[in-house]
T-cell receptor, first 112, second 113 residues
């Protein structure tokens, strides 16, 4: 069964600090991996999408890494801001069709 | 700019009522999806549609039906709402298969009392 596990479940950091969120997956055959940011009461918004051949992709202060061999991804947030407080969801797609496998998310709180 | 809209942000219904959740996208996307999101369970796919009048069951279709009469509109129907259907409902659309990005609407928070 395809699974996506994220850690930690929740995280509190001080404004200006860096943090790293983890995602492990067992989806096969792998197509791509996305990180979404979901503000409270809103729909998820895509941050990055990575295919098998990509191992790093950046979007401003967000940098995602992918190790397709170990089936792990991380999302690094640099110089955190209060607006980074949100849930971050890792989503993995297989080649079989329309099905995505969602992780449970990491809830990040950035405190002043 | 990409736009997926949902008919209501918050909805309160009574047990046994028929509930309609509407989703509209303006990107001419082929595929549309309905998910529900519950704490600790993440997003779970209820139904999706890859073309007008076409639908496929997702992981948790029981108690739900869908309708897609026009390309831009995808409706989720709760035939007889129950308290265990209290949840956040998210609609999404994409140009193609799972290799394409899905764009999400703002969500509808449904409470069934």
């Amino acid at each position: 069964k395809n699974q996506v596990e994220q850690s930690p479940q929740s995280l509190i950091i001080l404004e200006g600090k860096n943090c790293t969120l983890q995602c492990n997956y067992t989806v096969s055959p792998f197509s791509n991996l996305r990180w979404y940011k979901q503000d409270t009461g809103r729909g998820p918004v895509s941050l990055t999408i990575m295919t098998f051949s990509e191992n790093t992709k950046s979007n401003g202060r967000y940098t995602a890494t992918l190790d397709a061999d170990t089936k792990q991804s991380s999302l690094h947030i640099t110089a955190s801001q209060l607006s980074d407080s949100a849930s971050y969801i890792c989503v993995v797609s297989d080649n079989a069709g329309n099905m995505l496998t969602f992780g449970g998310g990491t809830r990040l709180m950035v405190k002043p | 700019d990409v736009k997926v809209t949902q008919s209501s942000r918050y909805l309160v219904k009574r047990t046994g009522e028929k509930v309609f959740l509407e989703c509209v996208q303006d990107m001419d996307h082929e595929n549309m999806f309905w998910y529900r999101q519950d704490p600790g369970l993440g997003l779970r796919l209820i139904y999706f549609s890859y073309d007008v009048k076409m639908k496929e069951k997702g992981d948790i279709p029981e108690g739900y039906s869908v309708s897609r009469e026009k390309k831009e509109r995808f409706s989720l129907i709760l035939e007889s709402a129950s308290t265990n259907q209290t949840s956040m409902y998210l609609c999404a659309s994409s140009l193609g298969t799972a290799t394409y990005e899905q764009y999400f609407g703002p969500g509808t928070r449904l409470t069934v009392t």
